[in-house]
Structure formats: structure tokens, C-alpha cells
């Protein structure tokens, strides 16, 4: 036995595993691997298969089609994402080995301070450490003429290149399937035909569409339209307006889930989260004194660079898996609203180990990468009751008053009696699992704590206090 980042494998494959997927096909020395798209979700696929092939004296030829380089600046090499990279997944990278570069990350999040009608309050992270790392998914928005932070995608991407993989800098112009391998064309070279396919495109770039030529009985995620902006402003004003905090928002308002500002270099990212954002829901929430207090109306107007509206998966894919195809990241499974990144890298890396320890036929995938999508669809069926219920109490003065008043309490206590501070913490951050969230909010004494808030906030002098 050995491990490959905690992960116990057996050196080569045994008649246990030839019994359980019998007929499989099987990835060899010489097989070729074909990854569309060159996002997170492809990369860490294209980086763990190499390495476990590398140690399994497996020889392989990967190939990534990404039309993008992600190296320079403004829309057309961004990949539309807020730029978040939760604590768990730094911490589950630097168990990988992989540490990310200082220059990528832009700005440590050390806190998180919650916004609502009845006040504002800040959440300290629970062992006082930047964690939380805020990034540029390209080199930065629109107008940037001097490149001073690197891209974090772009990071990834060579960091696969580095274990192996080839870099095509080629749009896909159509798939197709020749002699039962998948064959990937596109406009500057001959087809290409391989071992195994890997769509890893994302919900933005279209490319779903190319795969209905492929005939496989793969159901496309459901999405919905999001917003994201960039406000460009010097970073002495973004430390004296929101310093190293991101600043989340739960407002009354229909149809919006969440809402932050998250500070960067020189830049302020918008991000709002919720069923099918649009104009008049966007400038609604930029109009409230909530935002005002923290992004007034002088660091807008001309300093917006860049928005824009992406689309994000909030039902998985169904079946995401076909005869030497496979579907990774958002295009097949991530999580509800936050830590899409996360998901990224527990898709690739499930969908890699199979690839390899497995085979790649339809069955393989079926028994050993379904159960990782299934689990964070499941998750995420959790995640929709806590959202609901968010929005419940958002409608409901005392319980937002009662929510401030039990939060800002908590801030003088030990991490471990914090209740309401860690569940908020874990739901603003993508941290921790929607199942654990909700587990938290069910131990002795939360409820009760919380009810009792809630009564003294309604009081006479309470009110006065607000």
C-alpha cells in the first residue's frame, strides 16, 4: 500500500478490482487524454491523473483545449467567478503539496462582516489566520494596463502543463465519436481522437451544446443568472472602506440569497448570489444604505470596470459519465452558491482516481466517481433548506435583530462557544459541508440561545439601543 495525499491505493490493479468492473476500459501507457477546458476543474483532473499514472508507471498523453491563457487582463481571459478560495481547500491543497504563490493571492481574508438593516457586525475567523485567499481568476478586469497580481487559474494550468499535460490554445469546434473514441476537432489543426474525454467547460462557454453530437444520455446541469462587478479604486481606499474583510449582505430583498464585496489589490468585487439577478434587483441592492456605508456612491459611477451576469449550476448533471467521457466542475457537479472551486478540485481529483485505479467505461465511473457527485448533490438539497430558511428569518425583524445581538455577543467568547458565529462563518465561506452546517444549529442550547436574543431584542430599550 501506499498513499497519494491520504489516499490509500494498492501499486497495480489486482483481480478484485478486475472481478468488480469486469470489461472496463482501461487507460495504458499510450493512452491519450483529451480535457476540455483549462479551468480549475481541468487542470486539477489533468494534474492527478498524471501524477497517479506517473506512479502507477503509467505513461499518458493529456491534452487541454483552453482558447484562453488567463495571463492577461480584462473579460476575454477571465472565467466569471468572484475569486474566492475557502480555508478548507487551501488547507486541502497544502496537503497536495501545492502552495499557493503569494503573488496570486491578493488579499488575505481575515473576517467577515455582516450587514443588515437592523446593524452591522464583524465575524472574526475562528484561530485569527488569514486563510481565506482572494484572487483574480485572470490577470484582473478591464482597464488594468500594469499586471501586478497573477492569475490563479493560470497558475493552475501551469501547474499541469508542468506535470505533463499539453496546452492547446484551440477552440473546440465540434466532438464526435470515430471508431468508439471520442475525436475532438477544432479550427487549427486535424481531428484528434482519445482514450477518454473530459468535459470540464463550465456553464458559461457553450460548449455543453458541442457534446448533444456525442449522444450520450448526460442530463445538463440548471442554472441560474448571477452578477458580478469590478470596481477599480486605490488600494488606500479599499483598506479605509473594507480593509482585509469581506463584506457579506442579507437583505430583504426578493430573490436574492447573498450578496458580498470582496477587496482585492486594487479592486472591489460585487458578487450576488440568488434566482435570476437583473437590472432592477442589482441597482436596488446598490441603492440600499446597507452598501451605502461601506462602498459609497463616490467609489462607483466611473471607478465599475467590469460586470457582468455568468450563469451558475445549482442542480448537478445528471449521470455525468459515458463510455470514456466524463464530466468535472461546475458543467457536472459543484456546490450550491459557494465553493465551486472546492468542487472543482473533489470532481477532478474522484473523476482522476477512477480514470486510473478504475477504467474509464461508464460502469467504472458509475461505482467510483457518481458517489462524489451524489454526496455534494445531496449536500446541496441540504444547503437549499438552510438558503430557504435564511430568507425566512430575513423577513422577520426580530429574528434579524435577534441574529445581530446573538453574534455580536459571541465576539468576546472562545471560538468553541460561538455559535451563531461559526454557522454564519461556514455558510459565508463554503468551508464546511451544509450537513455540518446544519448539525451545528441543532446542538443543545443554539435554539434556545437564539430565542432568548430575539426576545431581548424586541424590548423597549433594546429598540431605542438599534
Not at 484562453?68 to 488547507?91: K, M, T, W, Y
Amino acid at each position: 500500500m501506499f498513499r497519494i495525499a491520504g489516499w490509500p491505493y494498492r501499486r497495480a490493479r489486482t483481480s478484485d478490482w478486475a472481478a468488480s468492473a469486469r470489461g472496463a476500459l482501461e487507460l495504458d501507457s499510450g493512452s491519450r487524454v483529451g480535457v476540455i477546458g483549462g479551468g480549475p476543474a481541468g487542470s486539477f483532473f489533468s494534474y492527478f491523473l498524471l501524477e497517479m499514472a506517473e506512479r502507477m508507471g503509467i505513461e499518458l498523453k493529456v491534452d487541454i483545449y483552453e482558447s484562453r491563457d488567463f495571463g492577461s487582463p480584462g473579460p476575454a481571459n477571465c472565467n466569471h467567478c468572484g475569486g474566492i478560495v475557502s480555508e478548507s481547500l487551501v488547507q486541502m491543497l497544502a496537503t497536495e503539496g501545492i502552495l499557493l504563490p503569494t503573488e496570486v493571492v491578493q488579499r488575505g481574508i481575515d473576517s467577515y462582516v455582516l450587514h443588515m438593516d437592523v446593524g452591522d457586525v464583524r465575524i472574526e475567523t475562528p484561530l485569527h489566520e488569514k486563510r481565506i485567499a482572494a484572487v483574480h481568476r485572470g490577470s484582473g478586469p478591464r482597464g488594468v494596463t500594469a499586471v501586478k497580481w497573477h492569475s490563479f487559474d493560470k497558475f493552475l494550468l501551469d501547474l499541469a502543463v508542468k506535470s505533463g499535460a499539453r496546452h492547446l490554445r484551440e477552440r473546440v469546434r465540434s466532438v464526435s465519436w470515430s471508431e468508439g473514441r471520442p475525436r475532438i476537432s477544432t479550427k487549427a489543426g486535424e481531428p484528434k481522437s482519445y482514450d477518454l474525454m473530459v468535459a470540464a467547460m463550465g456553464v458559461n462557454s457553450g460548449g455543453l451544446k458541442l457534446l448533444d453530437e456525442l449522444g450520450i444520455e448526460c442530463e445538463p446541469p440548471k442554472t441560474t443568472t448571477t452578477h458580478i462587478s469590478e470596481f477599480f479604486l486605490k488600494p488606500e481606499v479599499v483598506e479605509r472602506y473594507l480593509g482585509s474583510a469581506m463584506h457579506v449582505f442579507l437583505l430583504h430583498i426578493p430573490n436574492l440569497e447573498f450578496a458580498a464585496l470582496i477587496p482585492k489589490g486594487s479592486h472591489v468585487t460585487l458578487v450576488m448570489l440568488g434566482r435570476e439577478i437583473n437590472k432592477e434587483l442589482i441597482q436596488s441592492f446598490l441603492d440600499s444604505p446597507e452598501v451605502n456605508r461601506c462602498l459609497p456612491q463616490e467609489c462607483r459611477g466611473e471607478h465599475r470596470v467590469c460586470s457582468c451576469s455568468p450563469r451558475i449550476n445549482i442542480r448537478g448533471a445528471v449521470r455525468p459519465f459515458a463510455d470514456r467521457v466524463v464530466f468535472v466542475g461546475d458543467c457536472g457537479m459543484t456546490r450550491l452558491y459557494k465553493d465551486g472551486i472546492g468542487a472543482a478540485y473533489r470532481t477532478a481529483k474522484a473523476a482522476a482516481t477512477a480514470a486510473i485505479f478504475d477504467g474509464v467505461s461508464a460502469e467504472a465511473f458509475r461505482r467510483h466517481y457518481w458517489p462524489t457527485c451524489r454526496a455534494i448533490g445531496a449536500d446541496n438539497r441540504i444547503g437549499k433548506l438552510i438558503f430557504a430558511a435564511t430568507q425566512t428569518m430575513m423577513k422577520l425583524r426580530p429574528a434579524r435583530r435577534g441574529v445581530l445581538r446573538m453574534v455580536s455577543g459571541e465576539q468576546c467568547k472562545p471560538p468553541e462557544r460561538r455559535r451563531m458565529s461559526t454557522v454564519l462563518w461556514d455558510v459565508f465561506t463554503g468551508s464546511a459541508p451544509y450537513k455540518e452546517v446544519l448539525l451545528r444549529t441543532m446542538r443543545p442550547g443554539f435554539v434556545p440561545h437564539l430565542l432568548w436574543d430575539m426576545a431581548l431584542a424586541t424590548r423597549p430599550t433594546a429598540k431605542a439601543d438599534a
